[in-house]
């Protein structure tokens, strides 16, 4: 069972930057793709970024590229997002999620872990 824990939300202006994180509890989280995704009140949850395993690769949904980056360190269980040039339409919950697997996937349902959210908030 892994256990993942969110922080690093909050309330933005719009062009601002937030840094969300993610501690994992599992000591063979280099074993598991990590993404990020996000959820907007009355709205589905959507892929925002990925990380491979090991190595850099990694993937951005369109609406992100050139302003969010992930990252990870396998050696302190972390992955983190950056995210940039915020705007008002990336305001939602974001969910740090782990999936045992070799490639990357921007589906929600091929994650098995999931964080409990953390809120940001991107004002006008």
């Known amino acids: 069972q892994v256990q993942l824990v969110e922080s690093g939300g909050g309330l933005a202006q719009a062009g601002g930057s937030l840094r969300l994180s993610c501690a994992a509890s599992?000591?063979?989280?280099?074993?598991?793709?990590m993404g990020w995704f996000r959820q907007a009140p009355g709205k589905e949850r959507e892929f925002v970024a990925a990380?491979?395993?090991?190595?850099?690769?990694?993937d951005y949904a369109d609406s992100v590229k050139g302003r969010f980056t992930i990252s990870r360190d396998n050696a302190e269980n972390t992955v983190n997002l950056q995210m940039n040039n915020l705007k008002p339409e990336d305001t939602a919950v974001y969910y740090c999620?782990?999936?045992?697997?070799?490639?990357?996937?921007?589906?929600?349902?091929?994650?098995?872990?999931w964080g409990q959210g953390t809120p940001v908030t991107v004002s006008s």
């Open positions: 999620a782990a999936a045992k697997r070799i490639s990357i996937t921007t589906t929600p349902a091929l994650y098995e872990y």
């Open positions: 599992e000591r063979t989280f280099s074993r598991y793709v």
């Open positions: 990380h491979s395993r090991v190595g850099g690769s990694t």
